[in-house]
C-alpha cells in the first residue's frame, strides 16, 4: 500500500506534457517536403574548410548546367580557382580570375541564351503584380519564377547562380559564377543564365571582404579565397553526401503560406503589405531530417 501511495504521489508531483502545438493552416505535411535530386547538389569547398552547395536548375538552363557538370567530374575548380570579387550588395564571384585557364573538352564555349524560357509553367503565384514582370510565383519542383503570358525565369533573388559573362554575344561557359549577396539585382533578369540556388553556406560568400578594386574585384592574388573542390553530391562517398528536400508548391497548404508571406501576422505587424516580392518569398529549402 505504501508503493502505491509513493506512485500516486510522484504522478502528482511530475507536471503533465504541454499539448502539442496547434498546427497552422501553412504548415506543411511530411510528405510535402521532396528529395533535392543527388545531381543537382554541387559542393564546394574553399582552403578554410568553408562549404557552400548550390542547387543547379538544369531545367531552366540545360547546356550551361551540363558544362557545370562536367567541369565538376573534371575536378576543374580544384586547382587555379577562387573566389576573385566581392562586391557589397551585390555579388560574389569564382572561377578563375586569370580567365586563361582551358576549359574542359565537351564544355560548350557559348552556350545558347538560356535566360528565359517558354511558360507559363507556375503551380502557384504571389497575389500582386511583380515589379519585373506580369506575375510571379512558384514552380513544381521548388524554384521562384517571374514571367508573362508567353515566357519565364528564374529571378535574381540573394543566393541565386548566374553564370559571369563578357559583352554579348558572350553567354559565358559556367565555369566563372556569381552568387546574390545583396538586394535582389531583378536588372539582371533575362540577361544572364540563372543556373542554380546557394542553398547552404551562403553565409561564407557574404561575409567575404570586399573588393576594394573596380566592380569589387581583389586587387592580389592574397586577397581571394582559394577554390580546392567541387563536387556533384552523387559524386561523393555516400558518407560525405549532403542531402536536402524543398517544399512542394502544388497544395493548398503551400498557397496559405504565400498569403503569411504578403501580410504577416502577429502583433508586431499593424499595417498589412498587401503583397510580397517574389524575393521576399523564397521557395523553403531544408537539410533532409
Known amino acids: 500500500m505504501l508503493n502505491l501511495l509513493l506512485a500516486a504521489a510522484l504522478a502528482q508531483a511530475v507536471p503533465a ?4 502545438a496547434a498546427t497552422l493552416p501553412s504548415d506543411p505535411l511530411p ?56 562586391q557589397d550588395n551585390y555579388v560574389a564571384q569564382w572561377g578563375d580570375a586569370t580567365e586563361k585557364k582551358p576549359l574542359v573538352a ?12 517558354a511558360g507559363p509553367t507556375t503551380v502557384a503565384r504571389l497575389a500582386q503584380r511583380d515589379p519585373y514582370a506580369e506575375w510571379a510565383g512558384y514552380s513544381r519542383d521548388g524554384w521562384p519564377l517571374a514571367g508573362n503570358d508567353a515566357t519565364e525565369w528564374v529571378p535574381h533573388c540573394y543566393g541565386m547562380v548566374g553564370v559571369a559573362r563578357d559583352l554579348a554575344p558572350s553567354t559565358g561557359s559556367g565555369a566563372e559564377l556569381y552568387t546574390v549577396i545583396g538586394h535582389s539585382p531583378r536588372a539582371l533578369d533575362r540577361n544572364i543564365a540563372v543556373v542554380g540556388r546557394v542553398i547552404d553556406g551562403v553565409e561564407w560568400l557574404s561575409s567575404l571582404p570586399r573588393g576594394t578594386g573596380d566592380l569589387g574585384f581583389y586587387k592580389t592574388e592574397g586577397e581571394r579565397s582559394p577554390i580546392v573542390s567541387a563536387r556533384l ?9 549532403p542531402h536536402f528536400q524543398y517544399r512542394g508548391a502544388d497544395n493548398v497548404r503551400f498557397t496559405v503560406w504565400i498569403a503569411s508571406r504578403e501580410n504577416r501576422a502577429g502583433p508586431f505587424f499593424t499595417v498589412p503589405a498587401g503583397g510580397a516580392d517574389i524575393c521576399a518569398a523564397l521557395p523553403p529549402v531544408r537539410k533532409a531530417p
Not at 17 to 20: C, K, L, S, Y
Not at 54 to 80: F, Q, S
Not at 106 to 117: D, I, K, L, R, T
Request: cysteine-free; proline content about 10%.
Open 233 to 241: 553530391a552523387s559524386e561523393l562517398p555516400a558518407a560525405e553526401q
Open 31 to 86: 510528405a510535402d517536403w521532396k528529395a533535392v535530386p543527388d545531381d543537382e547538389l554541387l559542393v564546394f569547398t574553399l582552403a578554410n574548410g568553408h562549404r557552400f552547395t548550390v542547387r543547379l536548375a538544369p531545367r531552366y538552363a540545360p547546356v550551361h548546367v551540363a558544362n557545370i557538370r562536367k567541369l565538376a567530374a573534371a575536378h576543374w575548380w580544384d586547382t587555379g580557382t577562387s573566389v576573385y570579387r566581392v
Open 106 to 117: 565537351g564544355v560548350v564555349a557559348n552556350p545558347p541564351a538560356e535566360y528565359s524560357h
Open 17 to 20: 506534457p504541454a499539448p502539442a
